[in-house]
């Protein structure tokens, strides 16, 4: 019988643990022991040790660390997304296997996905990397168990049922009865929108229609696929997994319901196969180029995104959002994100940056408007992207400050958003701070009012896990989202009060409630001095004005 060479090379190695990751991880220069093995897993102890930077490319796939009870299934769902799984081999003494996929191409665009996403087997980061071999050749007889799950899955693949007499275990796939998705959020600390989903899951399939709610004040979502099948894949691979570092753990079950009846297209709730339903009274509508995308591109419908050609990347973005993370090898396989995942680019700046994570939640902001700048001011515009705890403007570099969101996540998604933006005039720039924390001045010293702490302010976006405000973070824009609009105040008293800001009005629109409503300025920057000046704004009765950037358009 043939041994096979396993000349591991480190070719890819990473250290987060989400869907959509916050950093990309280059690898270093590290030892990894080769091993001669044979088709049953046997070692035959000749060890050497290989420095290498990298490996050429092949279809065949190292997976090293697995959990100790990790079934063939559990392996051949790392591919599936990626195109036929063609051969596998399990080395289980050595929590280790190999995975054969039906193309190279197929191969480098799973190594380029899990080069920033680092995959989950059980709760258990795994590492994937090129193999020496450009086939696996495995002795059926002494491989039979992992052959016929492989049978079993290619079958499901396929839509036929598996081979008869095929003996599987409880490994194997079985039929899937709906091609309707009941997806839990678990742990939501950050935002997931109806995009997002729509991002992750369209890997594996064609999405028709999505709807989202909450219950039990838990995130849910109910989510079509074309195919049961692809659900079946889905709900495979992404179940128990994280959305975010640590946190946003999906929940997958099969619903009851064969077929979704999506009345509106709004942030809520969307049928991709009719773009023309309406935005629903009180709901934000889809944004116009998202709209002009299912009309224009075929393959947001027509394509099957589990393939290469085919598959959406969550690193890239479209539209008006340009992508915080690059790519040091692409290969070509990784296609740009369409306009209609744009917003998920957008929600998902919470993970998309391409600076590493930082355990500091510290940001240096710099080319400030000294003469205008305050730590309230601050407070209320990084406060947008998360809760600012403390903010200190610099004695001896007044242009400058320090501001310390709640973590490191919230402190990359202000950064993103707000670099580059005009504040009083100014391009500010942000930047991570060396920093850990912002100290607060000695008791008894007068720092002129420079530092202020803001740990137990009321004001606070994002005190509650899953809080709505969650799902609607959004890039500065001149439209704003104005809500807890009391009953006496006209659409003439808002347009004075935000033209006394110091800009023009350019559109309003009142929601059907009139608790909320929308209003255009004619700049960004004249939108986010307004909302520095009016967020929490007293109109009365107790009511204190809340506003947010928008992303739709009056």
């Known amino acids: 019988m043939d041994g096979i060479v396993t000349d591991v090379a480190v070719g890819v190695k990473r250290g987060s643990d989400e869907l959509l990751s916050s950093s990309l991880y280059n690898s270093p220069n590290s030892s990894i022991s080769g091993m001669v093995v044979t088709a049953n897993g046997n070692d035959n102890k000749k060890l050497r040790v290989e420095d290498r930077m990298d490996c050429a490319p092949s279809r065949v ?29 399990m080395l289980k003494g050595k929590n280790q296997a190999f995975l054969e996929l039906g193309s190279e191409e197929a191969a480098i665009t799973m190594v380029n996905y899990y080069t920033a996403v680092t995959p989950h087997v059980r ?162 509508a889809m944004d116009p180029s998202v709209t002009a995308a299912f009309n224009k591109d075929s393959s947001l419908l027509g394509k099957n995104q589990g393939t290469p050609s085919g598959m959406v990347s969550p690193y890239s973005s479209g539209g008006a959002f340009s992508s915080s993370l690059s790519f040091g090898q692409t290969g070509g396989a990784l296609s740009p994100l369409s306009a209609a995942a744009a917003a998920a680019a957008a929600a998902g700046r919470v993970a998309l940056s ?113 809080s709505k405000n969650f799902q609607n973070i959004f890039p500065p824009s001149a439209t704003l989202h104005l809500s807890n609009i009391p009953q006496t105040i006209t659409e003439e008293d808002l347009k004075t009060l935000f033209e006394n800001s110091g800009g023009t009005v350019k559109a309003f629109k009142f929601f059907q409630d009139h608790k909320m409503a929308l209003l255009q300025m004619s700049t960004v920057e004249e939108a986010i001095q307004a909302l520095i000046d009016l967020h929490n704004y007293n109109l009365g009765d107790n009511h204190h004005l809340r506003v947010s950037f928008s992303k739709s358009t009056i």
């Open 123 to 284: 709760n258990v980061p795994v590492f994937i990397q090129y193999s020496n071999h450009k086939e696996l050749k495995t002795d059926s007889a002494l491989n039979q168990r992992a052959q016929a799950v492989l049978q079993a899955v290619t079958a499901v693949q396929s839509a036929s049922t598996p081979m008869s007499g095929t003996a599987v275990s409880e490994c194997a796939l079985t039929p899937a009865q709906s091609p309707v998705l009941r997806i839990i959020i678990d742990n939501m600390f950050y935002p997931v929108t109806l995009d997002v989903l729509q991002q992750i899951f369209s890997k594996f399939g064609t999405v028709l229609k999505i709807i989202t709610f909450t219950k039990n004040n838990q995130f849910q979502a109910l989510l079509q696929f074309s195919d049961p099948m692809n659900a079946q894949q889905a709900k495979l691979a992404l179940d128990g997994q994280n959305i975010y570092n640590a946190c946003c753990t999906l929940r997958i079950d099969f619903s009851k319901l064969v077929n979704l009846n999506v009345k509106y297209n709004n942030d809520k709730s969307r049928d991709y196969t009719r773009p023309e339903l309406p935005a629903g009274d009180g709901q934000p």
């Open 61 to 89: 796939l190292h997976i090293r660390k697995l959990p100790n009870e990790v079934s063939e299934t559990e392996v051949i769902a790392l591919g599936l997304p990626f195109g036929k799984v063609t051969n596998i081999l």
């Open 354 to 466: 391409g600076v590493s994570h930082s355990n500091s939640g510290v940001l240096l902001v710099s080319n400030l408007n000294e003469e205008m700048v305050t730590p309230q001011s601050l407070f209320t515009l990084f406060g947008v992207y998360g809760d600012a705890q403390r903010v200190k403007i610099l004695y001896n570099k007044k242009d400058s400050a320090l501001i310390q969101m709640a973590d490191g996540n919230q402190a990359q998604l202000a950064m993103s958003h707000l670099n580059g933006q005009k504040m009083y005039g100014k391009i500010i720039r942000v930047t991570l701070s060396k920093h850990q924390t912002v100290q607060l001045p000695r008791e008894g010293l007068d720092d002129q009012g420079l530092t202020k702490d803001f740990t137990n302010s009321p004001l606070h976006r994002f005190k509650k896990p899953g």
